[in-house]
């Protein structure tokens, strides 16, 4: 604030009287509201304080926001530069192209007429989105590089990080995607399904690895499975008994109780039969007899149910059934977010 205004000459300005010698002392320091001569019938409106107060704390603001962009990015030139720069991730793509990218895909896929708060928050930020790649642009063809980075930093309110600008895109581009996915065809609702699935699982990969390349965590991916293998194997081997233990109980369990509580006992053995599954050698052991005929059931109306476990499933190629427990509940996921079986 009084980087803005002296602190002397603070006071003065909040009652609107101008920074002249009327105010100082002979030796130029401001005088105090109590030593300084008033002048006559000068009167003190409140109003016009507030007004001046708000006046200050605006170029307090607009101060900061100028010297935090600065300290943020203190070379405009190469920020601006960046955004048309595609080695900045892997899709090879600049952040440019991809703010284009979703601009274009927002307007080609509209909201609802009907759903009134959507429509509202859509065109805001499709408004923000615009304004930003408009600056952007206009900065590189007249070089007035400082202001615009200062006005994206504003309407993007980088004053939070991204979070504000972030969670707008999720919530919006979600909701286009619903409405999009409604308005498919069933193989085409699948086909978004898988492509949803896949992203989110490379992206969990790549974080793992620390590498940007597929064809690297496909390499980690290929030197870890003989070593996963063979501990589940070991796994199986020294816990095989209390397994087994573990599901003799659960069947008795089962045909002891009622209803409830019996498909209770009858799910924590579905559970672990499936699991069971995702071990190599499983096929070759004598837990398959306790396994018989289970499957997992619709976790809400409508939902997908998994196979049921047959010999035939138990005995299948490992590649067929390790994934059988994870590709279940991916469906239910899938299901309950975006409405696809």
Not at 275 to 288: A, C, I, K, R, T
Not at 311 to 328: G, H, L, P, Q
Request: hydrophobic residues 40%; neutral net charge; charged residues 25%.
């Amino acid at each position: 604030m009084y980087d803005v205004l002296r602190a002397g000459y603070a006071p003065f300005f909040l009652i609107d009287v101008p920074d002249d010698d009327s105010i100082r002392s002979p030796e130029g320091t401001y005088l105090t509201l109590e030593t300084w001569k008033k002048p006559a019938g000068f009167t003190v409106d409140l109003e016009k304080v507030t007004t001046k107060f708000n006046e200050w704390v605006l170029k307090a603001n607009a101060r900061v926001k100028r010297e935090l962009a600065q300290i943020i990015q203190p070379d405009t030139l190469q920020t601006i530069t960046g955004a048309f720069d595609p080695s900045f991730n892997r899709w090879k793509i600049s952040p440019m192209t991809a703010l284009n990218n979703i601009i274009l895909f927002l307007e080609k896929n509209p909201p609802k007429a009907d759903d009134l708060a959507f429509t509202k928050v859509y065109a805001d930020t499709l408004d923000k989105l615009k304004k930003i790649h408009t600056k952007v642009v206009a900065a590189v063809a007249t070089k007035e590089l400082a202001t615009p980075v200062e006005e994206v930093y504003e309407l993007a309110q980088l004053k939070f990080g991204t979070v504000v600008i972030e969670t707008r895109l999720d919530m919006i581009l979600r909701l286009t995607i619903l409405t999009l996915i409604e308005n498919s065809t069933p193989d085409d609702q699948a086909l978004v399904a898988q492509l949803l699935a896949a992203n989110r699982f490379n992206d969990t990969l790549t974080r793992a690895s620390g590498s940007d390349g597929l064809s690297g965590v496909r390499r980690d991916i290929g030197r870890a499975k003989p070593y996963t293998i063979k501990n589940l194997n070991s796994f199986l081997e020294i816990f095989g008994d209390n397994i087994e233990r573990i599901l003799r109980k659960l069947i008795q369990e089962e045909e002891a109780s009622k209803k409830t509580v019996a498909a209770s006992f009858r799910y924590a053995r579905t559970e672990m039969c499936f699991l069971l599954l995702g071990v190599p050698d499983f096929g070759s052991s004598n837990l398959g007899q306790y396994c018989e005929g289970l499957k997992f059931t619709s976790q809400v109306a409508g939902g997908p149910e998994s196979e049921v476990l047959t010999s035939e499933v138990m005995d299948a190629d490992y590649n067929d059934r390790a994934c059988a427990y994870r590709d279940y509940f991916r469906k239910s996921r899938i299901f309950d977010t975006w409405g696809i079986k």
